[in-house]
């Protein structure tokens, strides 16, 4: 085997591989627009090529070249798009961590001190 056959090989390893976190839910298969920074999406209007029963492009090898909406969902979308949901496989598999809303925080713990602000106690450690 080649430097450009291996090459190509791992290449097409690596989009198999890339494509295979998708749950097939859909979303950026339908029409969004951004306003006043926040993405809104069309969930009444999908892509012409959507098929909404099996949740799938019709014409998914091709489908950069027959739609023009079509784009690719890279590493930037997974980590930073507000059009992807949590449950979005790249999401997930990339957004390892949460963001907390200060509502969602318990009163329990905002009262606890961070293990690196603890007071210092003067009893020497054994040893």
């Known amino acids: 085997m080649g430097i450009k056959q291996w090459v190509t090989e791992r290449r097409r390893e690596r989009r198999l591989k890339w494509e295979a976190l998708c749950k097939r ?7 969004k ?3 006043f920074f926040r993405t809104i999406i069309h969930m009444e209007e999908p892509c012409e090529f959507f098929d909404r029963k099996t949740r ?3 014409v ?5 070249r027959a739609c023009r909406f079509c784009g690719k969902v890279r ?10 949901p ?4 790249y999401v997930e598999h ?3 961590y949460r963001f907390i809303k200060t509502a969602e925080i318990k009163p329990e ?4 001190k961070p293990w690196w602000n603890e007071e210092k106690t003067s009893e020497p450690h054994a040893g």
């Open 33 to 35: 627009e951004s306003r």
């Open 60 to 64: 998914y090898d091709q489908r950069f």
């Open 94 to 96: 990339y957004r390892r």
């Open 56 to 58: 799938l492009c019709t």
């Open 109 to 112: 713990r905002i009262s606890q």
């Open 25 to 31: 839910c859909g979303v950026c298969c339908f029409g």
């Open 75 to 84: 590493l930037y979308h997974a980590l930073f798009s507000r059009s992807l």
């Open 86 to 89: 949590e449950t979005c496989g």
